[in-house]
């Protein structure tokens, strides 16, 4: 299993995803984990890891290398990201690991670092997009500052050759929606098999935790597209009602946005929480505006799950199917999520329906456990046919 980030602390979504289908595929498999990092490794991060693999192997990246290839990449057709985690030392060193364990299979999470396994050939691999990354990309480009969009016009047009030329090299092909799933441009794209994104049971459990803020908006806060959410937060939605209280709550928040916080009393800041369900339960309401980015907001599914009734645009609710009124409100402009949020706050039976529902809905069709089976049968598959 070759992944681009070391799978904990989970506070990305790559890292989520990689986590579980690591813990889940432990089950049947043994495996030998290729971890790559430009950061060092802890032993209680080791700790977390050790229980599900046979081997594991940090490769870590000097940032003199990444900058190099970074600066190589521009005379290259490659994608920056490939770049960026890349290095022909850390190839040498899965060349021989491969060489040495003889895997059976191989899973490769992300195009990031579908470079390194693209030509070995000993055996049957999987890539798992998770997501559209060169789409990603694409919905970024008007919001950065001009001087850097001719860098994402040129990124997201290598995205998207990349993700067409890559696919050809590995057996089967993974992705996290329907949604992203389209967005690939291979004429075979069809073959892509769709593996959803689950949610640990304990978020299940009942927690007694008293709501003291209206709203709550939870993710790594240095993630563009959440930091798109939290402007709309701040500069549409509380100009139009400045009653709501709000809970903005993940790792890594920028000084920018602590600065923005500390000047309006709505709105409390908190950083990383080891038990992320204590923010969740903190808001009577969660609110997703995802205006860019791709992929499952797994956000979502974790706030549905312990319970908390959710407003999301269309972008973020196609990834999840959820019905509009049924177990979810959808709403894309301030007008309308400030109508949605009164709805809730104001009518209890409605508030009760669409927190039950949506609840029901993670439950039967989003746990770690139902989504990895599929993977995991692809990979027999392979195993038993190669």
């Not at 304990?202 to 597209?225: M, T």
């Not at 600065?259 to 800041?269: A, E, H, V």
Request: proline fraction near 5%.
């Amino acid at each position: 299993m070759l992944v681009s980030r070391f799978p904990f602390p989970l506070e990305k979504g790559d890292k989520l995803r990689a986590y579980y289908h690591l813990k889940e595929l432990s089950i049947t498999y043994s495996i030998n984990l290729i971890a790559l990092t430009n950061q060092t490794i802890s032993p209680n991060q080791l700790e977390q890891i050790k229980p599900f693999c046979n081997q594991i192997n940090v490769i870590k990246r000097s940032r003199i290398s990444i900058f190099i290839n970074i600066f190589l990449t521009f005379f290259s057709n490659k994608p920056f990201q490939i770049g960026f985690f890349y290095s022909y030392i850390g190839q040498r060193k899965i060349n021989r690991i491969l060489e040495e364990f003889q895997p059976d299979f191989i899973y490769c999470q992300l195009i990031r670092a579908a470079e390194y396994v693209k030509n070995f050939h000993s055996c049957p691999k999987t890539l798992d997009y998770m997501d559209a990354l060169s789409m990603g990309i694409e919905r970024r480009i008007l919001k950065t500052p001009w001087y850097y969009r001719f860098i994402f016009k040129i990124e997201a047009r290598r995205l998207k050759l990349y993700e067409r030329s890559i696919f050809d090299y590995f057996e089967v092909k993974t992705i996290i929606s329907e949604q992203d799933k389209q967005l690939i441009l291979h004429p075979d794209k069809q073959n892509i098999q769709v593996i959803p994104n689950g949610i640990d049971p304990h978020f299940f459990e009942s927690l007694s935790i008293q709501a003291s803020n209206d709203l709550v908006f939870v993710g790594n806060l240095n993630y563009p597209p959440n930091i798109e959410a939290i402007d709309f937060i701040i500069n549409e939605l509380l100009p139009k009602n400045s009653n709501f209280r709000y809970l903005i709550s993940g790792a890594n928040p920028s000084q920018i946005l602590i600065k923005k916080s500390n000047k309006l009393p709505q709105i409390t800041l908190n950083g990383w929480v080891d038990d992320i369900r204590t923010a969740y339960l903190s808001g009577r309401i969660f609110i997703a505006p995802m205006k860019i980015g791709t992929g499952m907001q797994n956000k979502l599914l974790e706030a549905m799950a312990v319970g908390l009734p959710c407003i999301t645009t269309d972008l973020a609710n196609n990834a999840i199917q959820a019905v509009h009124n049924e177990s979810i409100l959808v709403a894309d402009s301030a007008d309308e999520y400030i109508s949605c949020i009164q709805r809730l706050l104001n009518d209890p039976i409605l508030y009760r329906k669409i927190a039950e529902n949506g609840q029901k809905l993670v439950k039967e069709k989003y746990s770690w456990k139902k989504t990895t089976t599929h993977l995991s049968d692809l990979i027999q598959n392979g195993v038993t046919y190669k």
